[in-house]
């Protein structure tokens, strides 16, 4: 069964943002990159990006947008997953392999982005 485990915000102000959440929500910081921050609750990965150009935002919205970005889900057989993504109407977007994972990336019949993944950092 898929779980939500990761959700992607585009921010201007990585500092600030990764502060909102800790100091509100009490989520912890495990890892820091010039343009990413990854927190934690250690259920949901929360990524803060901050993008540097339409390049690396990707298509998905580009570098101005601010907000979620895109959802990801924990699975447990991407090739299933996958084959039931499309048979339900969702369309492959793209696959990145990372120091971290390997995501394969879907749009929703409503153009939303779904990541999907073995594992997300700081998640349980």
């Known amino acids: ?6 959700i992607t915000l585009s921010t201007d ?3 600030g943002t990764a502060k909102f ?6 989520m912890k910081i495990h890892a820091q990159q010039a343009h990413a921050v990854r927190l934690s609750d250690g259920v949901v ?3 803060l990006i901050k993008y540097r150009d339409d390049d690396h935002a990707g298509d998905e919205r580009g570098a ?6 895109h ?3 924990e699975v447990d057989d ?3 997953a996958s084959t039931q993504i499309t048979a339900s109407g969702g369309t492959l977007h793209g696959e990145r392999e990372n120091e971290i994972n390997v995501e394969r990336k879907f749009r929703g019949p ?12 700081g998640t349980s």
Do not use: P
Not at 64 to 69: A, L, M, N, S, T
């Open 110 to 121: 409503n153009g939303v982005v779904i990541d999907i993944a073995k594992k997300w950092q």
């Open 45 to 47: 990965n929360l990524t």
């Open 13 to 15: 102000d990585l500092e």
């Open 71 to 73: 959802i990801g889900f």
């Open 64 to 69: 101005e947008f601010y907000g979620i970005h």
């Open 1 to 6: 069964m898929a779980k939500l485990r990761h």
């Open 21 to 26: 959440y800790v100091d509100s929500f009490g």
């Open 78 to 80: 991407m090739e299933e």
